[in-house]
């Protein structure tokens, strides 16, 4: 995404935009059901663990592209980077279950834990759909292309490849690849709105990449059993 935003001379803050669209899957809201319809709930785990490390990597690596695109000079201190980082909602929540799960025992509270986080995807997908405004989105179409055919396509090729070079093979490389394959992750939104990105780009591609993936993940999901 940069080599591309650099050929078309776009500005810091849609490059920001591209590298969250384009670099992140989301591997809960669409993966987890996706990967339980074509492999099985029994796969679940292994989803969970592609899952926990794109959301750190997004909370990273994602803040840190986020808090240099939105800033209007588009160079930052470190010390105002890792601000933002550690008072990122998400992380500080993913932490904190972390740590917690440790000392105190959460087991009585699971039912309504569950139930609760069954809410979490339709609220989510809800949400960007109220922000979609599709007048002036062939303007767009450049952008959400070359983001959906990263996102969609030569990124999970990119895993795939990586693991028939590494020799992992099986039901960890099946999933590694199939969740890399997954639509934009929701949660770029939520980032390109707090740190004033292009929201429009985002929303759009988001929904697009959903409509689109829902055929992909087929695609991948007889590529992964044949390869693996």
Known sequence: MMGY??????????????????GY?????????????????N?????VICDQTMFLALSTLGIIAAVKGGSRSGK??????????VTFPPLIGCIAALVLSRFIDFSPAEPFFDKLAATVSPLALFSVGLQLKFNGWKKLIPQMSVSMLYKLIL?????LGLAMLAGIKGDVAKITVFEA????????????????????LTNLTIGFSIIA??????IWYHLTEFFF
């Open 5 to 22: 935003s650099r050929y078309k001379g776009y500005s810091g803050r849609s490059r920001s935009t591209l590298e969250l669209v384009s």
């Open 25 to 41: 899957s989301n591997t809960s809201f669409i993966g987890f059901p996706l990967v339980a319809a074509f492999y099985g709930e």
């Open 43 to 47: 796969l679940l785990s292994i989803a």
């Open 76 to 85: 930052v201190s470190a010390k105002f980077i890792l601000k933002r980082l």
């Open 155 to 159: 990124a999970p090729a990119l895993v």
């Open 181 to 200: 394959a997954m639509p934009t992750v929701v949660t770029s939104s939520i980032i390109a709105e707090q740190f004033r990105l292009n929201t429009k």
């Open 213 to 218: 993936g829902l055929f992909t993940s087929a």
